[in-house]
């Protein structure tokens, strides 16, 4: 059976770009792969943070993955599982310094500023590790790793060609829609965790008035007539409005106003966040069950990524 693998860092609440980019695309995955989704706590650290949110960040995330539906994977939090920080190092004697220079994430959170945590540089091989560990055959993820998947994906043909063929080089796999979900606020911006706090991000956990106000203030642009509500690049609030709407499984068609529109994505994000939520509240009501189930996964994780690690050290000559 193939595998399919990916994680989310708990570095804040999780947003609409989560569950639209790599939550829902998890999945849906699970019909016919052997999945192994996980909670990144370790790249949570790579930005300053504090040790009773990350807690607190963790616990949460992985209630809402197994809210959303994730409960025929593996669910696991990578801190438990050794191998992970193991394997990082041998990547990092496999990638280079140029490589990870021209590491996006890296530039615009943190190169040329002397506060920047080392890990934050290193990240990118620690993410490879968490990949490679579970020789996976696809990681769904949304647009904004993408560079990162193929660093891996590089990282993996490098070593197998100076080593010996010891990984599986992965596939990326990107949602028809919702690969990258705006900030509402401001279209040009990703919808971060990080920026949980603006108007502009709907979570996973607000409920519907919080996400019929945030939606109801996003920005659009000042067209009028027939064919104002349409995807197109000059028109960055309305193409992503529209792309929320068709990732909810709603339709656009016969929506002349932006009020109307408005008023659809509204509709179809509470649909979606409802019964999630709803599953959220049962789920947080009973932490044993969580707590059973991460501590399941990190046991099977543990005896799929030993045998991998210790091959990976052989072939380097450890
Ligand atoms: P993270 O935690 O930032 O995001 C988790 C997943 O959500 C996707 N995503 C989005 N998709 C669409 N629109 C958005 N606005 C949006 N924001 C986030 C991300 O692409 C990701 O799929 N480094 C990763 C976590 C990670 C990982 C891995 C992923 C660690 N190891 C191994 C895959 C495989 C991260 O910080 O994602």
Redesign the pocket.
Known sequence: MERT?????P?GRL?L??L???LRPMVAAQRDADCFYGI?DL?AMTTPHDPGRLRTLVRETATLMLAAGLGDATVFTQSQVPAHAQLAYLLECTATTGELNRMIQFKEKGRGVDSTRASLYTYPAL?AA??LLYRPHR?P?????RQ?VELTRDLALRFNRLYGPVFTVPELTLPAA????MRLDDPTR????SDADAAGVVLLLDPPDVVRRKVGRAVTDSDTGPDAVRAAPGKPGVTNLLEVLAACGGSAEGLTTYGALKRAVTDAVVAVLEPLQERYAELADDPAHVTTVLEAGAARCREVTGPVLVAAQAAMGL
């Open positions: 693998l990916s994680l989310l860092t570095s947003t770009g989560n639209l980019g790599a990144a790249h993410m968490d990949i990681v993820v949304g647009a904004d790793q990162h919702g690969a990258r979900v990703k919808m971060g965790k």
